[in-house]
């Protein structure tokens, strides 16, 4: 075994490591304190794992280095999605939150492998796909929010029908992220 891959495999097996003692200690508080983690604490057995395939993404050599990190954001940001959720008791916000999953769990893979790699290619494209995803968040939030009402709050909660009142604010501001966002992008281009 070479020194370089020797060393991929200490840093991948020491953030191994740092994973199961986060890990353990999470479900020692948790006994401690009587908390039902099965019930509360669930999401966690979502991003321990996704934390572990990023972490092992980022020792990788590669191409099966950018794909384990960019799965590794993947399935930890359904977790930290699942954590809100499961907080919040609002799982309709699917409708939306998969955009937060799908683009800006990759991007964020993807950019931080770049940025630890001394990739600028791949730090911009992950980049955009984080810059796309939270775009696409906030239109789609704003439209199953407050036009159509997923939340249950169809509208009635502002004394207007299906957030009437609210439609030309939301048009507004996504017309301003549009403009906004195509600047900052194109700004990142050589």
Known sequence: MNDD??????????????????????VLLGQAFELDLGRVGWPFFVIAPGLALLALGMGAAGRPGEVLATVGGVVTMVGLVL????????FETWAYAWTLVFLVGSGIGRWLLGVLRDRRDLAASGGRLIAAGLVAFLVLGVFFEVV???GGRDGAAFGYGAGGRYVLAALLILAGVVLVGRRLLAAGRP
């Open 5 to 26: 891959t020797r060393r991929r495999w200490l840093g991948g097996e020491t953030a191994l490591g740092g994973l199961l003692l986060l890990l353990g200690t999470m």
């Open 83 to 90: 954590l809100v959720q499961n907080a919040t008791d609002r």
């Open 148 to 150: 159509v009402g997923i």
